[in-house]
């Protein structure tokens, strides 16, 4: 059973850098071929796609995001990263990582995903 794990500072000021890892257990063969997604949601608001990075490294991010963004992958780890810059309270969120086996563009629903991470809380503020 994949078990997906997200995990970073809780806190983090305005105009840092957001630095997430999202640890993966429990995979096996057919994994190493999935797609490695974050999605998040402020507080009160509806989940937003952040971007996908592909079993084979290549990324895709929410075009709003783009600029601010980067997700890479950690082999050796079993983790993909989240990379977030110059953050301002409006990125306060609970950031959650997902896995799927099709490549999925921009979508939140959750049942398009095979696995999810539980998500973790990050909150912007001096």
């Known amino acids: 059973q994949v078990q997906l794990q997200e995990s970073g500072p809780g806190l983090v000021k305005p105009s840092q850098t957001l630095f997430l890892a999202c640890t993966v257990s429990?995979?096996?063969?057919?994994?190493?071929?999935?797609?490695w997604a974050w999605i998040r949601q402020p507080p009160g608001k509806g989940l937003e796609w952040m971007g996908v990075?592909?079993?084979?490294?290549?990324?895709y991010y929410s075009p709003s995001l783009k600029s601010r963004t980067s997700i890479a992958r950690d082999t050796s780890k079993n983790q993909f990263t989240l990379q977030l810059l110059s953050v301002t309270p409006e990125d306060t969120a609970v950031y959650y990582c997902?896995?799927?086996?099709?490549?999925?563009?921009?979508?939140?629903?959750?049942?398009?995903?095979?696995?999810w991470g539980q998500g973790t809380q990050v909150t912007v503020s001096s």
């Open positions: 990075i592909s079993y084979t490294g290549s990324t």
């Open positions: 997902a896995a799927s086996k099709t490549f999925i563009l921009g979508e939140t629903d959750k049942n398009l995903y095979d696995y």
């Open positions: 429990g995979a096996s063969g057919p994994t190493a071929f999935y797609y």
